[in-house]
């Protein structure tokens, strides 16, 4: 090799790696439009290495940098590369998986079929980004579509597609599918299991998703999440805090809980007032040196306030930097679970002033305040400056704490004026609140008429059946009383859900129904109360 041509090489060897060292460190966009311009211009570069340094552009474009911008530059990039191979087309594909504002899953079958025309063979990377790209788009026609071009193209045999797949079914709540690929796959790894274990818990299935969590070989934090915030979620809050002791137990030092965990717990504490459990969550997330964020002070707010510490939730959200719309509304709405109403509005000024906008949930919660505390005049202004000031269009929920509050104020026809207004059928909520005011003010004829649409709604739930027997018996009418009993008797309606107690003794939490009762603690209460009467007799005597 003569020494000019050896010269000439160490030179375009020394820009390709000065240029692709530049790109790999860069840390913000001007600067990589600065390199992308200096190696167009480059005369030192010959054309494989700069077509390597375009593609590795492109790829750092499209993951260190995530703002719309970067995408858009990303798309300019690629429509200036000539013939662009595999990776060039899976940077693409998974660029427009992850954003969501480029209309995801048309844009990533658009580039699939040019890739297919040109005649490039897609590989074990191309579906999972086609494929989460559908998820995204919500676009389950053609997530199916590409899954068929897995099973064409011999991709069946692949982890990583196959992960892809099950996800997507899972969160299509499609578990036949879901669990007919987890059947047939050869090997499975951890995101297998978690991917079918989310599916079940988004479908409600508590039961599939205990029975595939008990016979993981592996859990991670993520697997622990994922049955803790599930169960939270379906109403068995006790079930999820055994699971987060079970976790600290058997989990040992390869998983620990995290921020998910704590916030999921600290909200199971909540759902059933276990004050105990909930201080000794705070204490531990205190000893753990987890990160306190915004997120777990919103629900340590809420816990302490469902809980019946009115102090500590207010300590808390006090001790808060920076608070976002979420925490300003859950203050308000323990505020409004105390009927402090007065309170809940100054704070809804104090969060105006801090520049922060309520969304609909913050007004649910001031519209409960205004019920709670019989602030009817504040509540007709709160619920025009959501619609005239913020532009919030009234839900379902809005309306029904209207009527609630017109309601127990025995402003009946206000409340009707309310529910004939609503752009969209009265739910058993508005009813609801409307049968319950009449309850509380004996309003036999309105609520009468109330009881009936509510029956027509739900003819086997027992709840409208009694509130109108408990009307009549408000006004002794018992002929009435008794009519009602006949009807639900005549009808099957019983009373699903027992009547229960809950109580928390050392940390753990007891639980009194007509189905039973824990026979230690009964053991326990025959003792007390024989000793009662006992004493008793003893007196008397």
């Known amino acids: 090799m003569s020494p000019i041509k050896q010269t000439k090489e160490m030179i375009e060897s020394h820009v390709r790696k000065s240029l692709g060292r530049l790109i790999d460190e860069c840390k913000n966009l001007k600067h990589l439009k600065q390199i992308h311009a200096h190696i167009l211009v480059s005369p030192n570069l010959p054309i494989h290495q700069h077509y390597f340094l375009i593609t590795r552009l492109l790829f750092i474009t499209t993951t260190v940098f995530s703002s719309n911008d970067s995408y858009h530059y990303a798309?300019?990039?690629?429509?200036?590369?000539?013939?662009?191979?595999?990776?060039?087309?899976?940077?693409?594909?998974?660029?427009?998986?992850?954003?969501?504002?480029?209309?995801?899953?048309?844009?990533?079958?658009?580039?699939?079929?040019?890739?297919?025309?040109?005649?490039?063979?897609?590989?074990?990377?191309?579906?999972?980004?086609?494929?989460?790209?559908?998820?995204?788009?919500?676009?389950?026609?053609?997530?199916?579509?590409?899954?068929?071009?897995?099973?064409?193209?011999?991709?069946?045999?692949?982890?990583?597609?196959?992960?892809?797949?099950?996800?997507?079914?899972?969160?299509?709540?499609?578990?036949?599918?879901?669990?007919?690929?987890?059947?047939?796959?050869?090997?499975?790894?951890?995101?297998?299991?978690?991917?079918?274990?989310?599916?079940?818990?988004?479908?409600?299935?508590?039961?599939?998703?205990?029975?595939?969590?008990?016979?993981?070989?592996?859990?991670?934090?993520?697997?622990?999440?994922?049955?803790?915030?599930?169960?939270?979620?379906?109403?068995?809050?006790?079930?999820?805090?055994?699971?987060?002791?079970?976790?600290?137990?058997?989990?040992?030092?390869?998983?620990?809980?995290?921020?998910?965990?704590?916030?999921?717990?600290?909200?199971?504490?909540?759902?059933?007032?276990?004050?105990?459990?909930?201080?000794?969550?705070?204490?531990?997330?205190?000893?753990?040196?987890?990160?306190?964020?915004?997120?777990?002070?919103?629900?340590?707010?809420?816990?302490?306030?469902?809980?019946?510490?009115?102090?500590?939730?207010?300590?808390?959200?006090?001790?808060?930097g920076e608070k976002d719309v979420l925490a300003w509304t859950a203050m308000i709405s323990v505020f409004a679970l105390y009927g402090l109403g007065n309170e809940a509005f100054d704070l809804f000024e104090e969060m105006k002033m801090e520049g922060v906008k309520p969304n609909n949930v913050t007004f649910v919660g001031l519209l409960s305040a205004c019920a709670h505390s019989g602030l009817v005049e504040k509540g007709r202004w709160c619920f025009e400056i959501m619609r005239e000031v913020y532009f919030i269009k009234p839900q379902v929920q809005h309306y029904a704490c209207m009527v609630d509050l017109l309601g127990r104020a025995a402003l009946f026809e206000e409340a009707e004026d309310i529910i004939r207004s609503m752009p969209m059928e009265p739910d058993v909520y508005v009813w609801g609140a409307l049968l319950g005011s009449c309850r509380m003010h004996g309003n036999v004829e309105l609520g009468e008429r109330v009881s009936s649409y509510l029956i027509k709604m739900e003819p086997q739930n027992h709840a409208f059946y009694v509130v109108l027997s408990d009307i009549y018996a408000k006004a002794h009418r018992f002929d009435d009383v008794k009519r009602i009993r006949v009807a639900m008797e005549e009808r099957g309606i019983k009373k699903i859900v027992p009547g229960c107690s809950k109580i928390e003794i050392d940390g753990s939490i007891h639980e009194f129904s007509v189905r039973g009762c824990p026979v230690t603690m009964m053991k326990e209460i025959e003792m007390v109360l024989t000793g009662v009467m006992t004493g008793n007799s003893f007196i008397s005597n």
């Open 75 to 320: 798309i300019n990039i690629f429509n200036h590369i000539e013939k662009p191979n595999p990776f060039v087309y899976n940077t693409m594909i998974r660029a427009h998986s992850g954003n969501i504002h480029s209309g995801v899953g048309n844009s990533c079958m658009i580039l699939y079929k040019e890739m297919l025309e040109n005649g490039i063979k897609p590989d074990y990377l191309t579906y999972p980004f086609l494929i989460k790209g559908c998820t995204n788009q919500v676009d389950d026609r053609m997530g199916r579509i590409v899954h068929g071009h897995v099973f064409k193209n011999g991709f069946t045999i692949d982890l990583f597609v196959q992960n892809s797949v099950i996800n997507f079914y899972s969160k299509f709540e499609d578990l036949g599918n879901a669990v007919k690929v987890f059947d047939e796959m050869l090997h499975r790894d951890i995101v297998s299991w978690n991917s079918l274990l989310s599916g079940y818990l988004r479908c409600g299935d508590l039961e599939s998703a205990l029975g595939v969590f008990r016979v993981m070989e592996e859990r991670s934090v993520f697997s622990w999440n994922s049955i803790i915030t599930g169960f939270v979620q379906g109403g068995r809050a006790i079930e999820a805090l055994e699971f987060f002791h079970e976790m600290q137990v058997l989990g040992e030092d390869r998983v620990s809980p995290d921020e998910v965990t704590i916030a999921s717990v600290i909200s199971a504490c909540a759902s059933i007032g276990a004050l105990d459990q909930g201080k000794w969550v705070h204490s531990y997330l205190k000893r753990s040196g987890l990160e306190s964020d915004i997120v777990i002070r919103t629900a340590l707010v809420d816990m302490y306030g469902k809980c019946g510490c009115l102090e500590n939730a207010v300590a808390i959200f006090r001790e808060m």
